[in-house]
């Protein structure tokens, strides 16, 4: 995979690095960034101060070469300076877990491309229109407003999920809420439980096909009047190849009624289609582990919502449900069910794990579990789309699938539209890796199968 822009990104850099008197504050910066939100063991610290301190030396020097590009990516990074990475070109994360949701509900990160990705005239049928590529981003804070579905669009993502949102502002969790799972860097099986040790500093290289994350931000949303207003112009800005779609979430004891409601405000401001989010590991509880389970892990209920709310829209907007990585019996019990009753079904959601710093207590503050992403759920991700879409076959159901889950690389994009996915969506690996778009198209633009004459 394609990480760096040009061979003299290093040179130039550098040279706006030190025009803008940042060498001297650069170290200072990127510790005060390191130590956020709790301190790395002292030898750890010791190692991270000398790099930082070293680099900062070189880069005075003008002796930088091409091998500092990796740490100099963290540290401009880590100290608050990711717009002067993506001012060369240079891919870093494509959001800054230092900040709030809301300081990066408007301010998307990292390169954004010239000219926009795309697979020429092909074109591939989802949910009953036609799209450019069909390689996405889902429901998360990399799509959470018009600032977000722009930039993913300029970056050949064709396939967008607005983020969740509710029936009423809600807060994110207490920060952290987004931390690399560095240790992660092989797919679980599928159903197995995880324990992801992830300390807040922990760093992965951009670019990095070996990514996994945890997330816990709790489904943060805007007020409907904030969020209705940026959707109608997030949908009015994408194109014909591209398609959005919203993802709600109800609350409260009439959860299906909050979910309907919600759904309806989305429908209000012009989504074509609706995607529920049924899977969330990251609502908050009183429970000990302060966090409820999946919703979709409880049939009845699941689709009591669905039902509610295809009552509630219109004929003419879609409904996708999205799910966890559910066990044999379970899948095909709700599917069973779900099938009459939508136009997709989307999955995995992240897997609830069990996260820990390395010095043994949570990573994020009063939540013992949390989200886990990235190829440690390739596996799981791979076994849920092989069987909902042999369950969509064997029960001769018409719905789409949306599948995701450790997509990091053209690889594992192609295996999950292999196993017969109709679109596929990357979070971990948008993350981690802002040309992850362009280069799946590069790789499989001419020989995807299944594309059909545009309209
Ligand atoms: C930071 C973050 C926030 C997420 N927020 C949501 C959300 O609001 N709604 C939702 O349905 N899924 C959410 N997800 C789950 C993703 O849409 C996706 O299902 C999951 O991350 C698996 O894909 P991946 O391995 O490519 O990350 C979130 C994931 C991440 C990493």
């Known amino acids: 995979m394609t990480t760096t822009s040009s061979p003299d990104a290093v040179r130039r850099l550098r040279d706006d690095v030190v025009g803008r008197g940042l060498v001297e504050v650069l170290p200072a910066a990127f510790l005060a960034g390191v130590t956020r939100f709790g301190r790395p063991p002292a030898a750890e610290l010791d190692v991270l101060t000398a790099d930082a301190t070293a680099l900062a030396g070189r880069l005075a020097a003008g002796d930088v070469g091409d091998g500092d590009l990796p740490l100099l990516t963290r540290v401009l990074h880590v100290a608050g300076h990711a717009d002067l990475l993506a001012a060369h070109g240079v891919p870093g994360p494509a959001y800054d877990v230092l900040g709030s949701f809301r300081e990066n509900l408007t301010r998307p990160l990292g390169p954004r491309q010239t000219e926009r990705p795309t697979a020429g005239a092909r074109r591939w049928p989802l949910l009953g229109r036609t799209v450019g590529f069909p390689i996405g981003v889902p429901a998360c804070v990399l799509n959470g407003s018009e600032a977000w579905v722009r930039h993913n669009v300029a970056n050949g993502w064709n396939v967008l999920t ?218 799981p991700a791979l076994d849920f789309t092989r069987r909902l879409v042999a369950l969509r076959e064997g029960g001769g159901f018409h719905f789409d699938v949306l599948a995701m889950g450790g997509v990091t690389d053209p690889a594992s994009f192609e295996a999950l539209f292999a196993a017969g996915a109709d679109a596929v969506q990357s979070a971990a690996g948008a993350f981690a890796s802002p040309f992850l778009a362009r280069d799946c198209i590069a790789a499989l633009a001419e020989t995807l199968p299944r594309a059909v004459e545009a309209p």
Request: glycine share 8%.
């Open 162 to 379: 607005y983020k969740t949102v509710r029936g009423r502002a809600h807060p994110a969790n207490e920060q952290p809420n987004w931390v690399f799972a560095a240790r992660e860097i092989t797919s679980l099986q599928p159903g197995a439980d995880a324990d992801v040790v992830a300390d807040p500093w922990d760093w992965v290289a951009p670019g990095s096909a070996t990514v996994s994350s945890v997330n816990s931000f709790g489904v943060p949303s805007p007020a409907p009047e904030e969020w209705m207003a940026d959707l109608e112009r997030a949908l009015a800005a994408v194109g014909d190849e591209q398609l959005l779609l919203v993802s709600v979430m109800g609350e409260g004891d009439d959860l299906a009624a909050d979910f309907a409601g919600t759904a309806l405000m989305a429908q209000e401001a012009g989504a074509p289609v609706v995607e529920l989010n049924l899977s969330c590991p990251n609502t908050l509880d009183r429970s000990a582990a302060g966090v409820k389970p999946p919703l979709c892990l409880d049939a009845d209920a699941t689709v009591a919502v669905v039902e509610h709310v295809r009552r509630s829209l219109d004929d003419r907007t879609g409904l996708v449900a999205k799910l966890s990585w559910l066990d044999e019996p379970s899948l095909a019990a709700l599917v069973l069910r779900l099938a009459p009753l939508v136009d997709g079904v989307a999955g995995i959601n992240t897997v609830q794990s069990r996260v820990r710093r390395s010095d043994g207590t949570p990573t994020f503050p009063g939540r013992e579990l949390a989200g886990l992403s990235g190829i440690a759920v390739r596996e």
